[in-house]
């Protein structure tokens, strides 16, 4: 997920997270709650969810904060803007979120993080990036 407004840019890799169907749809993720992103989302109220494809882990590890990308995560992967943040090119998809709640529930250790499914972009015949026992696939 990332976030762009006022100036302010940020972004996590989310790595547990499910589509709730319904009117309207919405996203749930784990989300650390110490991380500078929540503080942005929460703020804001609204994000852009990359859906990463084949051969952009790299994206999901620099936004993991545990490879490097000299000048920020956003360095790394080639980006434009979009209606609730910035969107990854060539990306699996792009789903525009809002809040739900600015002070979620905690699951275990993680925030449960609820929000609307506002917008939504999938690319035809990009599947999405996995991460199965350690790496990509």
Not at 18 to 32: K, R, S
Not at 87 to 105: E, S, Y
């Amino acid at each position: 997920m990332d976030e762009r407004r006022g100036g302010a840019r940020d972004g996590w890799t989310i790595s547990s997270l499910l589509v709730g169907e319904g009117e309207p749809a919405e996203l749930i993720a784990l989300v650390d709650e110490d991380c500078d992103w929540w503080d942005l989302f929460r703020s804001t109220g609204t994000a852009t969810v990359n859906v990463l494809g084949p051969g952009q882990g790299r994206v999901a590890d620099a936004f993991a904060r545990i490879a490097p990308s000299p000048g920020g995560p956003f360095r790394t992967g080639e980006w434009t803007d979009g209606t609730h943040g910035p969107r990854l090119i060539d990306a699996a998809g792009w789903v525009g979120v809002r809040l739900v709640d600015a002070t979620p529930d905690h699951a275990g250790w993680a925030l449960l993080v609820r929000a609307t499914v506002e917008e939504l972009d999938l690319a035809d015949g990009v599947d999405a990036l996995e991460h199965r026992y350690g790496r990509y696939v």
